[in-house]
């Protein structure tokens, strides 16, 4: 790199700090700079876009444009060159600017008699803020060298954008982190939640982006990168690591230990940015790259170095994750992602959970759904915008977040939640009744779990017992395979806790998509369909084996439930049977007590189980519909996949009609028949399964209130009715007759 532009460059970014330094209005700053930066380049126009909204920005300084088309000039995120530099991350440099793909000509700008275009993005770990753009008349294109000193400037003004160095009444730039915002997720967990923001992981402050002193600053660098590596030694020398922890390891020692890393944030530094400016420019532009590529193993390793990043700038600043802030009272834990783990670990202690990624089905969402604590998932940008102790109002049932709402927002949203509360309450009187039809059916509640800390909900809830135990949360939650005896204790613990109440221990449902970090992961291009569950209990049954000879001692001598997942036909039932009942020989033999009555059941998750033969429906003791995936079978609709998950109505009527085979073939059999997917928790979907003839119904606890006052208030043989006649109508599906009748229900 010439010295000769270092200097430039390093001289630029000490004429910006003097600029900042010296107390003014925002706006002024905003000229000032752009008019510098267009001197220091030698170019006619510099300019400064900034982020009105998340999808709009606005021309807010400018020299060498119309001064009139400041805070005028908008442009949509994508639209124009401008638009392109903020969606991609990456510069565009032209001598042409006209003849640019997306060039989007702005008459109030007077831009039209400039060839060149620089444009970079001013962000700042991924937080989109602006973008930086210099123009000239002459069609040239900007040297590497000159990209790059602009680069370090926008690098400058996104810590100083952070800092509220333009923030001002007069139009500037409204504070950061202040205003009232509004994500629009995906529904992870049903539940309403007003708290103060808990960030999993605190952002790390940089107060002084500009270098004093390159050559100290290297030495900083240098120092903190060894500290770096000496600590990543040390964690992959640590005993107890699995194969996976251990290559993580090894890839960040591989960045660790990059020369080009560490060579590009030296040059950073040598253009006039302090070490940690360095850091984090490089972050922003991994993580930009991140959001453009497609591939999830570079998307892995591009995340791995986002972490090291993150790593090196507490090495760096001292900041640690513990900030010294108090975790407030009614946190709602903020992050990119989590861990299943970690969010245990938080417990119930939190309110709600807001994460940028995961998906509906992924470990943490599972842990938040065990936990009953509302998740909106998919809330983009939120980690870089709220800050600890922000005001947050969590829904749930929508799917959205409002973070720092306004006092309107927050009100509706409180009588909401005490509507809830009151409804709430009405349900707890009802805890000790039955959930009986005004027809005189009974319906038999029960709820599902998959966690310890679920038990209690048995006695508050009213269930009569747990319909589904998912046992695999246990397996997720660790990270290596757990031993026969914790099993064991864990499963006498979940009896204890029972006193008696029927709970049903379903085996194994992993594989796939449910990948255990201490399995071998297997790439398969269609998980839900995939290796999972009974598949691989049958395939590989030590696993299997294990955990019936756990769930044996367990009982020791209470009444046993085991049930199968993911059964698709009869044999595979039948085999899986008999691996329990050579169990069952087995632990006689080593001198453990049978159960006092042993029940083995089937879960009817896919559709070819209702076909199957009649020889199935009387071997097995029970059936449980696993509605989640029959349903994302029959309508061959992935229950993970937002635009399609919604599509079909649980209630069309050849949905329903094939729900009405499976009762029929059950009770033909005499086999206790019961429903465990998450419909059987929505009160008119739960009427409809006890209209078909379902007896049995598993369900979230905090469903139970809601189900069982619905079931109470209606007559189900009616509802029946209801059902066959919006059939003979030939409707699609039979919500509408259902709600219509229902309104004119007493209540
Ligand atoms: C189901 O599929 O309906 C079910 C209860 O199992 P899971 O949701 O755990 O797949
Ligand atoms: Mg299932």
């Not at 638009?83 to 006209?98: C, H, K, L, Q, W």
């Not at 990059?258 to 850091?279: N, P, T, Y």
């Not at 009817?604 to 009387?618: D, H, I, K, N, Q």
């Not at 007896?695 to 979230?700: A, F, I, K, N, Q």
Request: hydrophobic content about 45%.
């Amino acid at each position: 790199m010439p010295e000769r532009t270092e200097s430039e460059s390093r001289k630029l970014l000490r004429r910006l700090r003097d600029v900042l330094a010296v107390p003014g209005k925002g706006q002024d700053r905003l000229d000032s700079i752009t008019h510098l930066i267009a001197d220091s380049m030698g170019t006619e126009v510099c300019s400064i876009y900034l982020f009105r909204d998340p999808e709009t920005l606005e021309l807010c300084a400018t020299e060498g444009l119309k001064k009139e088309a400041v805070h005028q000039t908008r442009m949509k995120l994508g639209e124009g060159l401008v638009g392109r530099v903020a969606r991609g991350g990456a510069p565009v440099n032209t001598a042409n600017a006209p003849a640019e793909r997306g060039f989007r000509f702005m008459p109030e700008t007077g831009e039209e008699i400039f060839s060149s275009f620089l444009g970079v993005p001013i962000q700042r770990v991924g937080e989109k803020l602006g973008v930086l753009v210099v123009q000239s008349k002459e069609a040239r294109g900007f040297s590497e060298d000159e990209v790059y000193a602009v680069e370090v400037v926008a690098m400058v003004l996104a810590e100083m954008t952070e800092l509220g160095a333009f923030t001002g009444d007069d139009g500037a730039m409204k504070a950061l982190h202040r205003q009232p915002v509004m994500f629009r997720g995906t529904q992870g967990q049903e539940g309403a939640a007003e708290g103060r923001v808990w960030l999993h992981e605190p952002r790390v402050v940089v107060t002084n982006p500009v270098a004093d002193d390159p050559l100290t600053e290297i030495d900083r660098i240098r120092e903190a990168v060894g500290v770096l590596r000496v600590s990543i030694d040390d964690l992959l020398e640590a005993q107890e690591l699995d194969k996976d922890q251990k290559q993580v390891l090894e890839a960040y020692r591989m960045f660790a230990h990059s020369r080009g890393w560490l060579r590009r944030m030296e040059e950073d530094i040598m253009r006039g940015l302090s070490a940690e400016a360095a850091v984090e420019k490089e972050q922003s532009a991994a993580r930009a790259r991140m959001e453009q590529v497609a591939d999830a193993y570079l998307r892995e390793r591009l995340h791995d170095l986002d972490d090291l990043s993150n790593r090196l700038l507490r090495i760096l600043t001292g900041q640690g994750r513990d900030t010294g802030a108090e975790m407030p009272d009614n946190p709602v834990l903020v992050a990119r992602n989590i861990g299943p783990a970690e969010l245990l670990e938080y417990g119930r202690r939190l309110r709600g959970v807001v994460l940028e990624e995961g998906s509906v089905g992924s470990h943490a969402a599972i842990v938040a759904r065990a936990l009953a604590i509302p998740l909106v998932i998919h809330a983009e940008r939120i980690s870089g915008e709220a800050l600890n102790g922000d005001a947050i109002l969590v829904d749930g049932d929508q799917g959205i977040v409002h973070l720092r709402p306004e006092e309107t927002v927050a009100r509706a949203f409180r009588d909401k939640i005490a509507m809830q509360a009151e409804a709430q309450k009405r349900y707890a009187s009802l805890r000790g009744l039955p959930a009986q039809g005004t027809c005189g059916t009974v319906v038999a509640l029960d709820m599902n779990a998959g966690l310890m800390a679920d038990l209690p909900s048995l006695d508050s809830s009213g269930a009569e017992g747990v319909g589904l135990f998912r046992t695999e949360l246990q397996f997720l939650i660790r990270n290596k395979m757990p031993k026969r005896a914790e099993l064991a204790s864990l499963y006498t613990r979940v009896m204890d806790a029972a006193q008696g109440q029927r709970v049903v221990f379903r085996t194994l449902d992993i594989g796939s998509d449910k990948v255990l970090t201490y399995m071998k992961p297997s790439d398969e291009p269609n998980p839900a369909m995939g290796w999972r569950a009974i598949r691989v209990g049958l395939d590989k049954p030590g696993v299997l084996r294990m955990q019936v000879q756990a769930l044996i001692r367990a009982a020791a001598g209470r009444p046993l439930t085991i049930m199968f997942p993911f059964v698709a036909e009869h044999a595979e039932f039948a085999e899986a049977r008999s691996h329990v009942l050579r169990e069952l020989h087995r632990e006689r033999s080593l001198g453990h007590p049978a159960p006092e009555r042993l029940e083995i059941g089937a879960m009817c998750e896919t559709p070819s189980l209702a076909f199957a033969p009649r020889a199935f429906f009387e071997l097995a003791d029970f059936i449980s519909v696993g509605g989640n995936d029959l349903k994302q079978f029959f309508f061959a609709a992935d229950r993970e996949n937002e635009r399609v998950r919604r599509r079909y109505d649980t209630l069309n009527l050849s949905f329903l009609g094939f729900l009405e085979g499976i009762v029929a073939r059950a009770a033909e059999a005499g086999t206790p028949l019961s429903f465990c997917g998450e419909d059987a928790g929505r009160p008119v979907e739960a009427v409809a399964l006890a209209a078909l003839g379902f007896r049995r119904l598993s369900m979230r606890p905090a469903s139970i209130g809601p189900v069982k006052a619905l079931i109470r208030r209606v007559n189900l043989v009616e509802a029946r009715e209801v059902i066959e006649a919006a059939r003979a109508r030939g409707a699609e599906t039979a919500r509408a007759a259902l709600m219509d009748w229902l309104a004119t229900q007493a209540g």
